[in-house]
């Protein structure tokens, strides 16, 4: 069941579509790794330990925001999160060879419908580029005949991921797909992904129940809608209830 708050806007030119657990189901893989992070980069912190149980604890609270700003709280100093993300993201590339994600269901069926009426979808990440491009490689969404023009992680926003607008403002000036704000979607599936577009300025931002926040956190973080799952989207738009 979908939850609309808000009218839908009416001229929706600019779709910016999150990834893990948006238009990626990736099966838990972040906890996953950043468990064989803390081991691999030797920064004491002990798999079980009252310590571990409560970084992981944060790592799920904060899903959706960029993963360095996460070990940054986490570990402190520069250096220790440099190396804490560094091994978090080579062991979620490894994760991610091993054919251990998917796209949400009905995520590519809804994104090339979006394109098909000439809307212009582009997907962010709070991972680093060389992850996120393991996961599109790995669901073969770098191919020509795959319709997102563009796709961007917070290096290339100037490094600051979620909360902050700063993806969704670079896919509006780098696609030139949208006159103004108010013609941007944002879609994910936590309150960072939601605050990111509200930040923004988007005409709609929606939270999907397909990850890791819920109703309560997106209306929160200022919603305008919640849906089940992104493969609504395109009903949504087109104005179906």
């Known amino acids: 069941m979908n939850t609309l ?25 972040v906890e996953r790794a950043f468990a064989a ?23 799920r609270a904060t899903m959706g925001e960029s993963k360095i700003s996460v070990f940054r709280h986490l570990f402190g100093t520069e250096e220790r999160a440099q190396r804490a993300n560094a091994a978090f993201e080579k062991a979620y590339g490894e994760l991610v060879d ?28 709070g991972f680093a580029r060389v992850t996120q491009d393991a996961v599109l490689d790995a669901l073969g969404w770098r191919d020509s005949s795959f319709p997102v023009p563009l796709t961007l ?48 300025g988007a005409g709609l931002v929606a939270g999907v129940r397909t990850g890791a926040h819920g109703d309560a956190e997106f209306r929160a973080a200022g919603a305008t809608h919640v849906l089940d799952s992104v493969a609504g989207l395109p009903a949504l738009l087109s104005g179906a209830r």
Do not use: K, N, W
């Not at 600019?14 to 990626?24: I, N, R, S, Y």
């Not at 403002?169 to 936590?190: P, W, Y």
């Open 153 to 200: 992680c917070p290096a290339d926003a100037g490094g600051r991921g979620r909360p902050y607008p700063d993806m969704v403002l670079a896919a509006f000036v780098r696609t030139g797909a949208a006159d103004d704000v108010r013609q941007v979607a944002v879609v994910g599936d936590t309150s960072y992904d939601v605050l990111s577009g509200v930040r923004a």
């Open 5 to 29: 708050m808000t009218d839908i806007p009416q001229d929706i030119r600019l779709v910016v579509l999150d990834m893990a657990g948006t238009t990626v189901a990736d099966g838990g893989l």
């Open 98 to 125: 091993g054919g251990l994600v998917a796209p949400v269901p009905g995520a590519r069926e809804a994104i090339e419908e979006l394109a098909g009426s000439g809307r212009t979808v582009v997907l962010t990440t």
């Open 37 to 59: 992070a803390a081991a691999a980069a030797e920064l004491g912190v002990e798999t079980g330990s009252p310590e571990h149980t409560e970084h992981l604890a944060y790592v």
